[in-house]
């Protein structure tokens, strides 16, 4: 009897705290993590941070020792100096500047077509063959990298693509994991819109570009960044050999493997690299985390 | 028996005649996935079969494929030191960044959780950063530095725990310790972001129900309700995290060298690259692709296997 009294207790105990407060935590316990994570934190911007302030550093604080984590005197000396450097070189700055914006924009914007339309029959349709094609996609998300990288070499030497655009950019049109976020985050788009679509008498590319495509916007921000990462960070020295051919990121590393003499430089090598797809994930954070939202992988 | 397998064959029979049927229906279908499934077989299935295909030839581009049986890999494993020692390389950095790596992922998507929303938002982008911050991560190439001027070395001497500094990058004992900690550093990358959101999406209900049912602490919360709801990010995160584990290469030819000294910072994909596009011996370099290749899924079926049972 006094058991069960007990029990009512402290049922009654556990409701008033789920009205006060969020269930099952404990101040102190808050507290402690807090602090955990800004010491968690700190650690981990703090290698981005003192490459933002070294390249910001002029010549003499560069060399100083012991170091100071934030410069003096921050000057944008090492940036102007980098397009010194790279407007003597012989391809010049913009060059390079255009091939990299050409493969980024091109092979996101195909990636981006390609990817959608292969996801929307996947996720909205029930044919013969699509869940077999899905499952291969994501066993191929689980190699993606480096095991394809001789044969797609052989491959696109025996198409002519080698030391042209195209050996980066078309296979970039058939990353996996675009299609997999695409197709997952379509499934959640009701069905019901495609049907009253259909009804009033859309075929099915209208329904793909009017209905489906507007409402998956998220989607096509992930897509983009994830494409852009990859393509802006890619020095496509393998399959690129010509000289005005070469991405800005590899020009770059050139610049920044020039030893002693090139350390301001290769500083703000490193801040000109980095600083891309950083500002595209801080401006489209929450579209993408919405996105991922769906990403788990079914059985 | 007879009858048995016959009616099994009519059956199979009347499947596919369905199944023509609907594709027939479903004409654009294919129309729609066709520019995709074209290209990534091309980029994607044939390489694989490509490669295990080379991998039993002896090809330098030059001449035509040679084939030579089992050769390639009965050197590999018979007598290329260098691969082994590539291997252990990549069995440690995974075993040990991998699975690290990954708890880190989900404890720091835990934690930041139930922050206010634009403390999250920051939270996110600090963590999430180094892993898409180019190559930021020479960075620590300065930090390690071997003369006494490297920041680490000049710590440690200041404080007196070693009397001469140490060559971090040179010497092989140091090497593979800082190749982890600067993957760990960037470990947190797409499936942290996985986390977060899947974390968002976990019904508050479900955690109210369960401390009504008596549940006591965050830790039996996270056991009992959260990780069971999250268990498709799991998966999904875990994906993630073995590819990038075993593709490791940047890091350490960027840090210590290519190649390193006693090569004791090669991996297989270090290696993979020595053979391919120094020395163009495709053959050999696909027999370690498909090696890889296979370590990858394997390792992935393992461990999609243990994490079913996660919350169970």
């Not at chain 1, 100083?64 to 940036?79: A, E, G, K, S, V």
């Not at chain 1, 029959?121 to 994501?138: H, R, S």
């Not at chain 1, 891309?276 to 929450?286: K, N, R, Y």
């Not at chain 2, 470990?187 to 008596?214: H, K, N, P, T």
Request: charge should be positive; aromatic fraction near 16%; proline fraction near 5%.
């Amino acid at each position: 009897m006094s058991k069960k009294k007990k029990k009512e207790k402290e049922q009654v105990y556990r409701k008033k705290l789920i009205t006060r407060r969020k269930p099952n935590r404990s101040i102190a316990g808050d507290i402690v993590l807090y602090l955990f994570l800004i010491v968690v934190a700190f650690i981990m911007a703090f290698p981005i941070i003192y490459a933002v302030s070294s390249a910001l550093k002029p010549l003499d604080e560069l060399f100083r020792f012991p170091p100071r984590i934030f410069p003096q005197h921050p000057t944008l000396d090492n940036f102007s100096d980098l397009f010194v450097t790279m407007g003597k070189s012989w391809v010049t700055f913009t060059r390079y500047l255009f091939n990299t914006v050409f493969i980024t924009l091109l092979g996101t914007a195909g990636h981006l077509i390609i990817a959608s339309m292969g996801a929307f029959v996947l996720a909205k349709y029930d044919f013969p063959g699509g869940k077999t094609f899905f499952k291969i996609v994501t066993v191929a998300m689980m190699f993606t990298g480096y095991v394809t990288q001789i044969p797609n070499y052989l491959i696109l030497n025996k198409l002519g693509w080698i030391d042209t655009y195209w050996a980066i950019i078309i296979p970039a049109f058939a990353s996996p994991m675009g299609l997999f976020l695409m197709k997952q985050f379509m499934e959640g788009l009701p069905t019901s819109l495609i049907e009253a679509a259909k009804i009033d008498g859309a075929n099915e590319w209208q329904v793909f570009t009017r209905i489906v495509m507007p409402n998956v916007k998220p989607a096509w921000m992930t897509l983009i960044i994830f494409s852009v990462q990859g393509l802006w960070n890619n020095r496509a020295a393998t399959y690129i050999y010509s000289e005005e051919r070469k991405t800005l990121v590899y020009a770059l590393q050139q610049i920044q493997s020039g030893g002693i003499a090139r350390t301001g430089q290769g500083a703000a090598v490193l801040v000109v690299v980095m600083i891309v797809p950083i500002l595209i994930f801080i401006f489209a954070e929450s579209q993408i985390l919405e996105t991922m939202a769906s990403s788990g992988l079914k059985d | 028996m007879r009858e048995y397998i016959r009616k099994y064959f009519a059956l199979r029979k009347h499947n596919f005649k369905v199944a023509v049927k609907k594709a027939k229906q479903r004409k654009m279908c294919y129309l729609f996935l066709a520019p995709y499934a074209i290209l990534f077989a091309m980029f994607f299935v044939f390489p694989v079969v490509a490669s295990i295909y080379y991998s039993f030839t002896y090809y330098n581009i030059l001449e035509p494929p040679r084939f030579v049986g089992l050769q390639n890999y009965i050197s590999l494993i018979l007598e290329d030191d260098i691969f082994l020692t590539s291997i252990k390389n990549t069995f440690m950095i995974a075993i040990i960044t991998g699975p690290l790596g990954y708890i880190l992922s989900f404890l720091f998507a835990w934690l930041i959780n139930e922050l206010p929303r634009w403390v999250r938002s920051v939270a996110v982008i600090i963590f999430y950063a180094p892993s898409i911050a180019g190559n930021c991560y020479v960075i620590f190439s300065v930090f390690f530095r071997g003369d006494a001027y490297g920041y680490v070395n000049a710590l440690l001497l200041d404080w007196g725990i070693i009397d001469t500094p140490k060559l971090w990058l040179i010497d092989p004992k140091y090497m593979l310790p800082i190749c982890m900690l600067v993957i760990l550093w960037m470990s947190l990358s797409i499936g942290f972001l996985s986390f977060v959101a899947g974390l968002q999406g976990v019904d508050r209900s479900l955690l109210e129900a369960g401390c009504m049912d008596g549940i006591k602490n965050r830790w039996q919360e996270l056991w009992f309700i959260t990780l069971p709801a999250m268990k498709p990010m799991l998966l999904f995160g875990a994906v993630m995290a073995i590819t990038q584990s075993f593709n490791v290469c940047e890091v350490t030819m960027a840090l210590c060298g290519y190649p390193s000294t006693d090569y004791a910072a090669r991996t297989i994909v270090t290696h993979l690259f020595d053979y391919g596009f120094s020395r163009f011996e495709m053959g050999y370099a696909c027999a370690i692709a498909t090696i890889l290749f296979l370590i990858m899924i394997l390792c992935n079926k393992a461990i999609q296997g243990l994490l079913r049972r996660v919350g169970t």
